[in-house]
C-alpha cells in the first residue's frame, strides 16, 4: 500500500485521494495506475478484502472510496461501506461492480454509497464520476440510473416543490434524473460543464438536497 500526501492539481484543484476496495489484482493495480497517472487525483491505499479496509481506512480518510461488492472473507462491500459511513458519515462510497439488478443497488444506496458505477465505465468517465462524487453529486451508470428512475416512476406524483425551479433548473434535473453525466448534460444543453454544475447547485439549494438520488426522489415527490 502506497500513502501520498494531499496536494494541489495543475489547474489548482484540491487533489482527490481515494481509496479502492477490490479482490481482482488486476482491476485493482489498472485502477491504482489509472488514479495515480491523473492529476488531480491520488490512491491512498488498495485493500482486496472488506476487513482490512474497514480496519485501515480510517487512518487513510479519504475522500472517495471505490467499492467492488464481491470481497473474500465473511464481509462483503455492502457491509463494509454501512459499518465506515456509520463511523464516518462525511466520507463519500461509491460501488464499482459488475452486478446491475435491483437488490444490489438499493442495498448499496441504503448502506450509504453515492454512486454506482460499472467496471465497464470507460476509464474518462470513472474519474469524472469520481470528481462529480467529490463535488456532491450522486454518480451513476445511466444503466443503473435507469433502474433507480424506473422505480420511482412507478409512484411518481407532480411535486409542488419544483416549482421554485427555472425552466432550465428542471431541464438539468430532467437530465439528472436520466443518468446524464454533467458533460453529457452540458452536450445535450448546449451549454459548459460549469454551467451544469452552477445549475446543479441552485437546484440542491431549492430543494433541499444534497445528493443527485435526493433530487431525483423530489423530482419524483418520493
Do not use: W
Request: proline share 4%; charged share 25%.
Amino acid at each position: 500500500m502506497t500513502v501520498y500526501s494531499k496536494k494541489k492539481s495543475q489547474d489548482n484543484m484540491d487533489t482527490i485521494t481515494i481509496a479502492i476496495v477490490e479482490d481482482n489484482h488486476d482491476i485493482r493495480t489498472a485502477m491504482e495506475l489509472l488514479i495515480n497517472g491523473s492529476d488531480g487525483y491520488a490512491c491512498v491505499g488498495t485493500f482486496n478484502n472488506a476487513e482490512t479496509a474497514v480496519e485501515q481506512i480510517p487512518q487513510l480518510m479519504p475522500n472517495v472510496v471505490l467499492m467492488d461488492f464481491n470481497l473474500p472473507g465473511g464481509m462483503n462491500g455492502i457491509e463494509c461501506i454501512a459499518q465506515l459511513k456509520r463511523e464516518h458519515p462525511d466520507m463519500q462510497f461509491m460501488m464499482l461492480t459488475v452486478y446491475e439488478d435491483d437488490d444490489k443497488i438499493f442495498m448499496a444506496l441504503e448502506a450509504g454509497a453515492s454512486g454506482y458505477i460499472l467496471k465497464k465505465t470507460s476509464p474518462g468517465e470513472l474519474l469524472e464520476a469520481i470528481r462529480d462524487l467529490y463535488d456532491g453529486g450522486s454518480p451513476m451508470s445511466s444503466q443503473i440510473a435507469r433502474r433507480v428512475v424506473a422505480f420511482f416512476q412507478k409512484q411518481a406524483k407532480p411535486n409542488p416543490a419544483l416549482e421554485a425551479l427555472t425552466t432550465r433548473e428542471k431541464e438539468i434535473l430532467d437530465q439528472l434524473s436520466k443518468g446524464y453525466l454533467y458533460k453529457e448534460i452540458a452536450s445535450n444543453l448546449f451549454i459548459s460543464i460549469e454551467t451544469v454544475r452552477r445549475h446543479v447547485h441552485n437546484i440542491y439549494e431549492k430543494l433541499h438536497v444534497r445528493s443527485r438520488t435526493d433530487a431525483v426522489n423530489k423530482y419524483y415527490n418520493r
